[in-house]
């Protein structure tokens, strides 16, 4: 797999501004999922819970292989 830091660069990038509710206001969900990186290279990963924010957007928890935190 590529460089962890670039996945982790990723993530902070699409997470700024949303940060995430209290775990049990989450509803559970498992759902695998491959993200790409700007270079095309596929992160396997698993979308472990959905929630809709105060605008109405739905957003998900994403946890990617190889990262400790989603």
Do not use: K, N
Not at 24 to 39: F, G, H, I, L, N
Not at 41 to 70: F, H, K, M, N, Y
């Amino acid at each position: 797999m590529g460089d962890t830091t670039i996945v982790e660069r990723l993530l902070e990038e699409l997470a700024r501004g949303c940060a995430p509710p209290p775990e049990e206001e989450t509803p559970a969900a498992y759902r695998p999922v491959a993200v790409y990186d700007r270079t095309g290279w596929p992160w396997p990963g698993v979308i472990t819970g959905w929630w809709t924010d105060q605008d109405g957007l739905t957003l998900c928890r994403l946890r990617l292989s190889g990262l400790p935190e989603a």
